[in-house]
């Protein structure tokens, strides 16, 4: 298969699946409250510990996923991710109760690996100095899940708490059967590597990749830490605009719209055209700049166009995460993809298992009758912080490659006379 048209299949199998992904922010607190009979800020803490059941399974499973990936290849890891996911958008859609949702964030949890082999499949295709672009390109689907899948949420939130989850819930079973039918396998069968169960965990995968490169865990410890600063906007951004600026979902749903187009033009056009001229390292550093002011903007806010304005300056982060990954990449070999993507994963879910309930219980500290200080938007300046120290451990494995790895890529000489 062609390597563009490849590469095309997994942006689309990506996009929809974050289609169903915005469909259901808009509407989740809405749902939380309306089966717990609780208000936002409880609702907040119940969503935290949701989130932190989910990333607990992709701790145990992602790895397990990824050094399956190696051994039997992307497609069928792909294919699994997405039809678990679509079972748990439908057990949401029709839950009675609390517990309900519990049951199907665990099962989406154990298979939820849809990112790690999207990335590995990436990898797979794309020559190592390309890898940020294209990475870049996973993160341009997502953002134009983020641009229709929250509005389409908001509207389709008015007929009924539950209706995006079951919308949602169709999109993913329509995804599965796009890649049953059109996605073929990028892990040709000489690449792959034996199933080793004793390597089916984060920590000893990592240490196997070391042998590969002294920089992988300083990468994936950036890269995890990096999402435990980014976790704050899935975890609270809803509670927040509700607390902070009495959005409804109709406006959450515009406001994350706009969070959507901003990080498609910097993932999608913005890497392509400026990552050649800075280079990684200026990248990260720009992307986590942006991510700390944007924080601020957010606590300072007092009308919609600044809150537009830090949802604008924030898409900038959409630097960091492919920055990071396309150099990591690097310095791995090409059987060792999927254990490295699944090992990033499962190091990333223990943010995804720490931040929700720490930002959820931050956010009820500062908001609400019971609060210390009405500062709703203090899990947002929290969340910068994190970010800045993902910064400093990102440099130190940076330090650790030769300068011209990370370096802007030299502009081409100008043609000679004909």
């Given at each position: 298969m062609p390597h563009r048209?490849?590469?095309?299949?997994?942006?689309?199998?990506?996009?929809?699946?974050?289609?169903?992904?915005?469909?259901?922010?808009?509407v989740l607190p809405g749902l939380i409250m309306h089966l717990g009979h609780v208000p936002v800020d409880s609702a907040a803490v119940y969503a935290g510990w949701l989130g932190a059941g989910y990333a607990a399974m992709q701790f145990i499973f992602a790895p397990v996923i990824g050094n399956l990936s190696d051994r039997f290849g992307r497609r069928p890891v792909l294919l699994a991710s997405i039809l678990a996911m679509g079972i748990d958008y439908a057990i949401m859609g029709i839950a009675p109760a609390l517990w309900w949702l519990v049951i199907g964030r665990l099962i989406a949890g154990m298979?939820?690996?849809?990112?790690?082999?999207?990335?590995?499949?990436?990898?797979?295709?794309?020559?190592p100095e390309k890898r940020a672009q294209s990475f870049g390109l996973m993160g341009m689907a997502f953002g134009f899940g983020f641009i229709f899948g929250p509005a389409l949420g908001g509207l389709l939130g008015t007929i009924g708490p539950q209706v995006p989850f079951l919308a949602a819930?169709?999109?993913?079973?329509?995804?599965?059967?796009?890649?049953?039918?059109?996605?073929?396998?990028?892990?040709?069968?000489?690449?792959?590597?034996?199933?080793?169960?004793?390597?089916?965990?984060?920590?000893?995968?990592?240490?196997?990749?070391?042998?590969?490169?002294?920089?992988?865990?300083?990468?994936?410890?950036?890269?995890?830490?990096?999402?435990?600063?980014?976790?704050?906007?899935?975890?609270?951004?809803?509670?927040?605009?509700?607390?902070?600026?009495?959005?409804?979902?109709?406006?959450?749903?515009?406001?994350?719209?706009?969070?959507?187009?901003?990080?498609?033009?910097?993932?999608?056009l913005g890497l392509r055209l400026f990552l050649p001229r800075l280079g990684e390292r200026r990248a990260v550093l720009i992307g986590v700049a942006a991510f700390a002011v944007?924080?601020?903007?957010?606590?300072?806010?007092?009308?919609?166009?600044?809150?537009?304005?830090?949802?604008?300056?924030?898409?900038?982060?959409?630097?960091?995460?492919?920055?990071i990954q396309a150099l990591n990449s690097r310095a791995v070999d090409a059987s060792s993809?999927?254990?490295?993507?699944?090992?990033?994963?499962?190091?990333?879910?223990?943010?995804?298992?720490?931040?929700?309930?720490?930002?959820?219980?931050?956010?009820?500290?500062?908001?609400?009758?019971?609060?210390?200080?009405?500062?709703?938007?203090?899990?947002?300046?929290?969340?910068?912080?994190?970010?800045?120290?993902?910064?400093?451990?990102f440099l130190r494995g940076a330090a650790l490659l030769p300068r011209a790895a990370t370096a802007p890529s030299p502009e081409p000489a100008p043609a000679g006379p004909s």
């Open positions: 048209a490849s590469i095309g299949i997994v942006f689309a199998i990506v996009l929809i699946d974050m289609l169903g992904f915005g469909i259901v922010m808009p298979t939820g690996a849809s990112w790690s082999a999207a990335y590995a499949y990436i990898a797979d295709i794309t020559p819930a169709g999109l993913a079973l329509a995804n599965f059967a796009l890649g049953l039918v059109v996605l073929r396998e990028s892990l040709p069968p000489d690449k792959r590597r034996p199933f080793q169960m004793a390597r089916a965990n984060a920590f000893a995968s990592l240490r196997a990749l070391r042998g590969q490169s002294s920089t992988v865990l300083w990468f994936v410890a950036a890269l995890g830490v990096w999402q435990l600063a980014h976790t704050v906007y899935p975890a609270i951004w809803a509670y927040f605009a509700i607390a902070a600026y009495g959005f409804d979902e109709k406006q959450i749903g515009l406001a994350l719209a706009v969070v959507g187009i901003s990080s498609a033009l910097v993932q999608g944007s924080a601020v903007l957010y606590a300072v806010a007092r009308s919609v166009p600044m809150i537009y304005l830090a949802i604008v300056v924030g898409g900038l982060q959409g630097f960091i995460q492919p920055s993809q999927g254990e490295l993507q699944g090992a990033t994963q499962s190091i990333g879910s223990i943010a995804q298992i720490i931040g929700p309930p720490l930002y959820a219980g931050v956010f009820a500290k500062f908001s609400g009758p019971t609060a210390l200080v009405h500062l709703p938007a203090m899990p947002l300046l929290v969340a910068a912080g994190f970010g800045l120290a993902a910064l400093a451990l």
